[in-house]
């Protein structure tokens, strides 16, 4: 089954503590990506990479890290939490040549930082 | 400044009726791409339809369709006889090949669907 997969699913972490969410994606996409939803503001872009070692920066990448080391992984590392990056997050992935395609979403990651 | 601007908060409809979610966007790029998405209460991300800016037709898919006014900049989501399961939120995205690869979505309508 084609689909985008992301760990945890929900996560309760304190300030200051290092932590990753994966991202793995089994349809062989060039284009992934990192949202994060918050009420009232929509989905906003924090990183996306357009293939292996090829990353940049979206609206909201302060306090984010992301690597692309293969394919079909695209984990999200947030080095120092801080409450004000509680939130859902979602990875998504996308054929990169095929424009009109929408991406594909992972099912969200619910983080709460104390 | 606001790429995608959905001024609805919430919206009601009448189960059977049509409604429309407005969205409008802000683009100098000729070739972009405008999608809709529906997310139920349970969080997932469900794909609708697409309009990409060179289309001569309104994308229709099933019960959703466009209604693509490109001199206004407006991508309206029109869905026809409204059942109680399309309650959900609905969000308005734009992908500008001006910018690259990024992705600007709306901030969404609260849809609920009254039996």
């Known amino acids: 089954e084609a689909q985008v997969t992301q760990n945890p699913r929900y996560l309760i972490t304190v300030t200051g503590k290092k932590l990753t969410v994966t991202c793995s994606q089994n349809?062989?996409?060039?284009?992934m990506s990192w949202y994060r939803q918050d009420p009232g503001l929509g989905l906003r872009q924090i990183y996306y990479s357009m293939n292996v070692e090829v990353t940049d920066k979206g609206d909201v990448p302060e306090g984010y890290k992301v690597s692309r080391k293969e394919k079909r992984n695209f984990p999200l590392i947030l080095e120092s939490p801080s409450p004000n990056q509680t939130s859902l997050y979602f990875c998504a992935s996308r054929l990169l040549l095929r424009p009109q395609e929408t991406q594909y979403f992972g099912p969200g990651t619910r983080l709460l930082v104390l | 400044a606001q790429k995608i601007t959905q001024t609805q908060p919430g919206m009601f409809v009448q189960e059977k009726e049509a409604v429309t979610l407005d969205c409008t966007y802000d683009t100098s790029d000729p070739s972009y791409g405008l999608f809709w998405y529906k997310q139920p209460s349970s969080g997932e991300m469900i794909f609708l339809i697409y309009?990409?800016?060179?289309d001569q037709q309104n994308a229709t898919e099933g019960r959703y369709s466009l209604n693509f006014q490109k001199a206004r900049k407006s991508a309206n989501l029109v869905i026809s006889a409204s059942q109680l399961g399309d309650s959900a939120m609905y969000f308005c995205?734009?992908?500008?090949w001006g910018t690259g690869n990024q992705f600007y979505f709306g901030t969404g309508t609260s849809l609920t669907v009254i039996p």
């Open positions: 309009q990409g800016s060179y």
């Open positions: 349809m062989n996409h060039e284009y």
């Open positions: 995205a734009m992908r500008d």
